[in-house]
């Protein structure tokens, strides 16, 4: 259970980091997809935007977290490895 709290906390991290490197727009688009649960058309036509945008954009910020995720993992599996609990 605190290995789960952790991982959320993290991808919220990750989400904070990636949020302030995409254009708003694009950032928009992939919360519509994802959360909204909107369709490509749906988002595509609310954002003004063409639809293989709307699937790019999706696809970047994926790519994105998903490459945070593992800079965050790495930087925690390294500090735990240097520091070792102690009892």
Same mark, same amino acid.
């Given at each position: 259970?605190?290995?789960?709290? *952790?991982?959320?906390?993290?991808?919220?991290?990750?989400?904070?980091?990636?949020?302030?490197?995409?254009?708003?727009?694009?950032?928009?688009? *992939?919360?519509?997809?994802? =959360?909204?649960?909107? =369709?490509? #058309?749906?988002?595509?036509?609310?954002?003004?935007?063409?639809?293989?945008?709307?699937?790019?954009?999706?696809?970047?910020?994926?790519?994105?977290?998903?490459?945070?995720? #593992?800079?965050?993992?790495?930087?925690?599996? #390294?500090?735990?490895? =240097?520091?070792?609990?102690?009892?």
């Amino acid at each position: 259970r605190l290995a789960q709290t *952790f991982d959320l906390e993290l991808r919220d991290v990750a989400m904070d980091r990636v949020r302030l490197r995409v254009k708003p727009k694009n950032w928009h688009a *992939f919360e519509l997809r994802t =959360s909204g649960g909107m =369709s490509p #058309d749906e988002v595509a036509a609310r954002l003004g935007i063409p639809r293989h945008e709307v699937d790019v954009a999706k696809c970047r910020v994926i790519k994105l977290l998903r490459e945070e995720i #593992d800079k965050l993992r790495k930087i925690r599996d #390294d500090d735990l490895v =240097s520091d070792p609990p102690t009892d």
